[in-house]
């Protein structure tokens, strides 16, 4: 059988072809040396080992029109917060082991906080609740039943919890404002709540509430006290420990005060921005009034003795009264 000449041409053409083609693969999947190791024929990582050499540093095309020298000194700066300064060349190992050493710290972090002791301050978890807006500015632990807990949240309104956290629930979610950041318990009845409306720690977006809600059956159902409708702002309240129906209220016009309850209310350390005149006054006139209160709980039966503190923005001070206020 004769095969012509120009059939036997083509297939040594077809057979170079490949044989380059093999080649080339064959040296493809030779290991090689990277910044991060040596890959192998597997694409495998492992240890470098070897230290591999400057990059070209030549600047490279960039879409955005920068001139031609920032670019080449913005590669430059990438490339020498990387590069050993001495013998210009890319320190692959000491990458290699710090990273594994960042990982055996993160690793030891992730088992300590597993080991931790029960009662340890460190150990804290997100218990919730975790669908309401804005933020928890106040809790309350009834001392009688440590299970049940209340909160309040700025625009998310007061929440019940009867394990201990596990699952909470809203209370009162058709009253008149849902923006809160005062909660406080009568010492000597724990169905007894006050829950002050408002966020006054901001002076300009803050929240205003309708002011002081009262519930007498365990957040059952809520009262606004409505001799409160002008403390929109209430930032702390504080109840005396030798006479419940004495009541303060921290607000941005300053410090308030019930002696029956809740039902009246009266102006006992003023705040001079909004409440000027008047011979108990704090010192400043600031944007954001009276931002905490605190109550000795360890002076038996008799006068309260309280402590304000006024100023945020604008310096103001703390205020001591040893009085109930007065």
């Not at 999947?29 to 990277?34: E, K, N």
């Not at 540093?57 to 001139?67: G, L, Q, R, S, V």
Request: some cysteine.
């Amino acid at each position: 059988m004769q095969i012509p000449i120009s059939s036997c041409r083509i297939s040594a053409i077809t057979l170079l072809a490949l044989a380059i083609i093999a080649t080339l693969g064959a040296l493809s999947l030779q290991s090689r040396d990277t910044p991060f190791g040596v890959v192998t024929h597997a694409g495998e990582i492992t240890a470098p080992q070897t230290v591999i050499a400057a990059v070209n540093t030549a600047p490279i095309a960039d879409p955005i029109a920068i001139p031609q020298s920032q670019q080449g000194d913005r590669l430059n700066f990438f490339r020498d917060q990387r590069f050993n300064d001495q013998s210009g060349e890319y320190p692959a190992l000491r990458l290699y082991q710090e990273s594994a050493r960042l990982k055996a710290i993160a690793d030891a972090n992730a088992v300590a906080r597993n080991q931790r002791a029960a009662g340890d301050i460190v150990g804290w978890t997100n218990i919730g609740p975790g669908n309401i807006g804005g933020r928890t500015r106040g809790i309350i632990i009834d001392p009688t039943s440590t299970s049940t807990m209340y909160a309040v949240g700025v625009t998310g309104g007061i929440w019940k919890s009867l394990n201990a956290g596990a699952d909470w629930f809203p209370t009162g979610d058709g009253m008149e404002n849902l923006t809160f950041s005062a909660l406080v318990m009568d010492p000597n009845d724990p169905l007894t709540l006050y829950a002050g409306g408002g966020e006054g720690v901001f002076p300009g977006s803050a929240a205003r509430g309708a002011g002081i809600f009262k519930t007498t059956d365990g957040a059952q159902t809520w009262t606004l006290l409505t001799t409160s409708s002008n403390l929109t702002f209430v930032n702390k309240m504080v109840i005396s420990p030798s006479d419940s129906n004495r009541i303060y209220a921290g607000a941005r016009t300053g410090v308030w005060r019930s002696d029956d309850a809740g039902a009246t209310w009266q102006v006992y350390l003023r705040n001079q921005a909004y409440l000027p005149g008047g011979s108990s006054a704090a010192a400043g006139a600031t944007s954001l009034g009276c931002l905490d209160l605190a109550i000795r709980t360890d002076t038996g039966v008799g006068a309260d003795t309280l402590f304000a503190s006024f100023g945020s923005f604008q310096s103001d001070g703390v205020y001591r009264s040893q009085d109930g206020g007065a």
